[in-house]
């Protein structure tokens, strides 16, 4: 009997990964990070998946899942650009950059563009804090930035 | 011969664009037909010099910085390779004040060492920490650790000594080292600097505890904001375990300890010790009671050691050099040495590690150079989002747990953010109190709903509704928050907002609203 029935491919990928994992202690996390890397988010029609080979209830999964702030519920868009918003960033005019990234990008945090080429994420400290204010960019950090430095970000994610 | 030339691969350098220097130093260093080699070392922790490129002379290591792309032509020119003279030029890189001023314990090799060479490692001290403690019995390392005084570097300052006793006394088929590097404090970077910079250190730490524990796994609980940190550690890992100094015989000893690198997943709750425990099972990351202790009951409820990433790290010259080397440093209960972390609007930021007692106003200010806008210090705030701010007049204050304490306020993970005048102290209470809402792990509720009516609260004064009984209602939570929460989010979270509240009033009672017409 499959029960993978939605999604087989997601199943089919989904039960790869547990499989390869599930012999961790503690293999939650490992698994959802590795599903994220493979999907860009962690689809709907893996939760059941994972649930039955680990021997959890869907609902602790998706507790798990809707828990933590990195687990996305639909494909970030191309670039991912977080601005980190915590106090050292505040004390050397973050908020501003913050306001002038989002201007240029027409969007809010948590958004992304209209063509889909930049998804907009606040992240609280990416331990820069001697050069900020400082953003991620695809995971590639930039520190020490300004207004210049904040439009080049945003022109190289636009591409 | 070659030329071997220092270009740091810390996350900091990188962000200020090392390695577009160290890829220009390497083509023009081919175009030019210079034998060089370029270290990927970790930072000496001079964030405003960064990059810092360095160059061996038979002088000793001589400083660039900060140094640019576009520079690289000019300084090659003027003979870099030699350690030649250029505006840029630092002198020897030992010689800047800023470092010759330290006491480096626990950062004595970060910077100096390719941080995934193990030769370095050995070369600069590195394993006899470990060799030494593989001859001691396990009681004898727990008690040369608690006679250092050595406490939790993370924030609790809880004696590291008395927490391995605790659990080489438990009893359990199998014990746990689980090393808290979920940093997620703004204003602090040990932890990542340690992990990118020297990660063998903590290898070596976490060995030790496992033989004087009995433990024989170890999980490096690290953050998803940190890539580098994590790719260095795994890379060290690796090599440490292909040269035995991890796996079933350590160092060859008979008793078995390994370890892997476990990721979060953006959980800043995941910092305290049993919502980490918690998250590394693969659980939501909620806090835990206490009891039971993650001593006697901690990842999947075996006995666990929670250390944080600079206790570990700082177990090794401990155990090399002695329990009274290290306790010979500090003040007071609180001995050894401390990496301070000084960030925000500060001109010479980075990280200064030394033995416990220097006042703040020395840290800010003559270490620091004051702000970096060039205005004057109005706050520091010390111990991250959930630490106290401190006006200039309490600049006498001594770095030290118990004197922090004395004045309503916490050195945590030892980082210090610096904020000129134009700051608005209500505007960050505001904050703190947002940052608890959005971070809060749900289980209690003076965090859960304490936190979001803090924050309405913050908004009723800065629009002078009533701003005298607001005042004192944002008290009152804080009052509730401190003493009703399960663990420091909630806890804690009143220490910026109160410090803001009582050192700087003038911001809470913003110019009354005119009456809007009817």
């Known amino acids: 009997m499959n029960v993978h029935v939605a999604g087989s491919d997601v199943g089919t990928k989904t039960l790869a990964i547990v499989g390869a994992l599930k012999g961790l202690e503690g293999p939650l996390l490992p698994i959802l990070h590795e599903i994220q890397a493979e999907f860009g988010y962690v689809p ?70 209209l063509d889909g080429a930049v998804t907009l994420e606040p992240v609280y400290c990416l331990g820069l804090c001697s050069c900020a204010p400082s953003a991620m960019l695809d995971g590639a950090v930039h520190g020490r930035l300004d207004a210049d430095l904040a439009a080049e970000l945003v022109a190289e994610a636009r591409r | 011969m070659t030329v071997r030339l220092y270009v740091p691969r810390d996350a900091a350098a990188l962000a200020l664009g090392a390695d577009r220097v160290a890829k220009r130093l390497a083509d023009e260093a081919a175009r030019r037909g210079l034998d060089v080699t370029i270290v990927r070392n970790g930072s000496r922790g001079m964030h405003w010099l960064e990059p810092l490129v360095e160059v061996e002379t038979a002088a000793g290591r001589i400083a660039y910085g900060p140094v640019k792309p576009s520079d690289v032509p000019g300084l090659l020119d003027a003979g870099l390779t030699e350690g030649k003279a250029h505006p840029l030029c630092l002198g020897k890189t030992e010689e800047i004040p800023f470092l010759r001023n330290q006491t480096r314990l626990t950062f004595a090799r970060c910077g100096v060492t390719d941080p995934l060479s193990l030769d370095d490692y050995k070369a600069h001290g590195g394993l006899l920490g470990l060799e030494r403690a593989i001859a001691m019995a396990p009681a004898d390392i727990v008690r040369e650790v608690t006679d250092s005084g050595l406490r939790g570097r993370g924030g609790a300052g809880f004696p590291t000594g008395i927490k391995w006793k605790t659990v080489l006394e438990a009893s359990g088929e199998k014990k746990y080292i689980v090393c808290n590097a979920d940093e997620g404090d703004s204003g602090t970077f040990a932890d990542r600097m340690i992990m990118e910079g020297d990660p063998f250190v903590l290898i070596e730490g976490m060995a030790i505890a496992g033989l004087a524990t009995g433990a024989t796994r170890g999980y490096i609980y690290t953050r998803s904001e940190y890539p580098h940190a994590i790719a260095a550690m795994s890379d060290a890992i690796d090599i440490a375990r292909a040269a035995g100094i991890l796996g079933p015989s350590v160092l060859g000893s008979g008793k078995a300890f390994d370890m892997e690198v476990r990721t979060g997943a953006g959980a800043y709750v995941c910092g305290e010790e049993t919502a980490l425990l918690n998250s590394l099972e693969g659980k939501r990351g909620v806090v835990r009671a206490k009891p039971p202790l993650p001593a006697l009951q901690g990842f999947l409820g075996r006995p666990t050691v929670v250390n944080n990433v600079i206790s570990l790290a700082s177990v090794p010259v401990v155990l090399e050099k002695g329990a009274a080397h290290y306790r010979d440093f500090g003040m007071g209960r609180s001995r050894g040495t401390i990496p301070i972390q000084i960030a925000g609007n500060v001109k010479h930021g980075g990280l200064y590690e030394t033995a416990f ?3 703040l106003g020395e840290i800010v200010d003559a270490i620091g150079g004051g702000t ?33 304490a004395a004045k309503d306020g916490l050195i945590g993970h030892a980082g210090i953010t610096v904020f000129d005048d134009t700051v608005d102290m209500l505007k960050q209470a505001r904050f703190a109190m947002e940052f608890c809402a959005v971070e809060s792990c749900g289980k209690c509720t003076p965090c859960r709903i304490g936190s979001t009516r803090g924050v309405e609260t913050a908004d009723k004064i800065a629009q002078g509704i009533e701003p005298e009984k607001n005042r004192e209602l944002l008290t009152d939570l804080c009052n509730t928050m401190k003493f009703g929460s399960l663990c420091a989010l909630g806890g804690f979270t009143p220490y910026p907002v109160m410090s803001a509240l009582t050192h700087f009033p003038e911001d809470f009672s913003p110019a009354p609203l005119a009456e809007a017409a009817e």
């Not at chain 1, 959890?56 to 970030?76: C, I, K, M, N, Q």
């Not at chain 2, 210090?377 to 922090?404: I, K, S, W």
Request: aromatic letters at 10%; proline letters at 6%.
């Open chain 2, 357 to 359: 007692g220097l006042t």
């Open chain 1, 44 to 113: 709907q029609e893996s939760l059941p998946v994972i649930a039955k080979e680990l021997n959890l209830s869907r609902a602790e999964v998706h507790g798990v899942v809707t828990f933590y702030h990195d687990y996305r519920d639909h494909p970030a868009g191309r670039h991912v650009l977080k601005l980190c918003r915590a106090e050292a960033c505040q004390s050397m005019g973050g908020d501003d950059i913050a306001e002038r990234v989002k201007a240029l990008l027409g969007i809010d945090f948590h958004q992304t563009t």
């Open chain 2, 372 to 404: 970096a806008t060039g205005r004057p210090v109005r706050a520091v705030q010390v111990g991250g989002p959930l630490g106290a701010y401190f006006p200039r007049a309490l600049f006498d204050t001594p770095f030290d747990y118990e004197a922090f």
